[in-house]
């Protein structure tokens, strides 16, 4: 099954009516999810490792986040091969019913700057990608949630190092016809390393079209944010693949950041959902290592860590 995405400008958008105050997420109506644009309640039954996630959240009852959206300069990330992570393919039959929902948790990373041969920082700008997202592995269309990590150093003559550190929630997508992943930031919304996340991104069906859809809690100030894609005719939504990746930009486009040390990042909650045929774990995906720099991910019994490269 694969239909087009909901025809129109390729822009996101939040919710159109903000959540009323109070906003239990547990109790409210699939309609009433649908359109603030939080998270559809799973099926107990059929997806009850899904259910248990999503009803922890809601019970804790996450605060709506009013965020404007803006667009970031994203060109080289869709090009990268220093990304690494877990990745969920289709697995034939080949007419199975397509993924419709990812989620993820992970603990957002602090970067710190590489070294150089005598042991002294790196001088530059540094940045990585954390996120879950629907394809993008054996198919251009893509819709992901997750955050943007900035890092800026400067090493003055004498050895001092000033650093500037910046994060940011974001939606990134991609059609097959575009050269280039979009990347918007959720401004005014509040993420920073050492936050605990949980990304959830899915799709919607109306009058035979498919909306991509982006959410994001952050699970340590119990507040969250979402956004809808429109799309350009001919992008299509496949659900053929489930990721969770840590990345950067491609090194060989000019002036990329630099990639740097995060340490380890661990994915977990990492569940794929099909409509018609239950949930399938991230324990079930392969794992992929970076070819441009030394990072890889390894399973592990909390979920999947994804390591960085090495500290010089």
């Known amino acids: 099954m694969t239909l087009p995405l909901t025809k129109g400008l390729r822009l996101p958008r939040g919710p159109l009516h903000a959540p009323p105050d109070g ?3 547990g109790s409210a ?10 998270p559809p309640r799973p099926n107990p039954t059929s997806a009850p490792k899904h259910y248990a996630v999503w009803q922890q959240i809601a019970s ?4 709506f986040v009013s965020s404007t959206l803006s667009e970031a300069e994203i060109t080289g990330l869709e090009e990268a091969r220093n990304w690494s992570g877990a990745v969920l393919p289709s697995t034939p039959p080949d007419d199975r019913v397509p993924f419709d929902c990812i989620i993820g948790s992970w603990i957002i ?8 041969a005598n042991r ?20 251009d269309d893509c819709v992901k949630i997750g955050v943007v990590l900035d890092l800026e150093v400067n090493v003055d003559d004498g050895g001092g190092t000033t650093q500037k550190r910046s994060a940011c929630a974001a939606i990134l997508f991609r059609g097959k016809a575009e050269d280039t992943m979009t990347v918007h930031i959720f401004k ?7 936050d605990f996340v949980t990304g959830w991104v899915w799709v919607t069906e109306d009058d035979d079209a498919i909306v991509g859809n982006g959410w994001i809690c952050n699970r340590s100030s119990n507040k969250w944010v979402s956004a809808s894609v429109d799309a350009p005719d001919g992008v299509t939504f496949n659900g053929t693949s489930a990721e969770w990746i840590v990345a950067g930009k491609s090194p060989n486009v000019a002036d990329a ?3 740097p040390n995060y340490g380890a990042t661990v994915f977990f909650n990492g569940l794929a959902h099909r409509k018609e045929d239950g949930t399938e774990s991230m324990e079930g ?5 970076a070819q441009d720099i030394k990072s890889s991910a390894v399973r592990d019994t909390n979920g999947v860590i994804v390591y960085s490269a090495a500290l010089f």
Do not use: S
Request: glycine residues 6%; charged residues 20%; aromatic residues 16%.
């Open 257 to 259: 950041p630099l990639f």
């Open 188 to 194: 005014d919304f509040a993420v920073d390393p050492g």
């Open 29 to 38: 109506t699939d309609d009433e999810l649908k359109k603030f644009i939080y």
């Open 109 to 116: 990373p602090n970067l710190h700057p590489r070294r150089n």
């Open 60 to 63: 804790c009852r996450p605060q």
């Open 120 to 139: 002294t920082y790196k001088t530059g700008d540094y940045q990585c990608y954390t996120w879950v997202g629907m394809d993008g592995w054996t198919n």
């Open 23 to 25: 906003f239990a997420p």
């Open 285 to 289: 995906a392969m794992m992929v290592a």
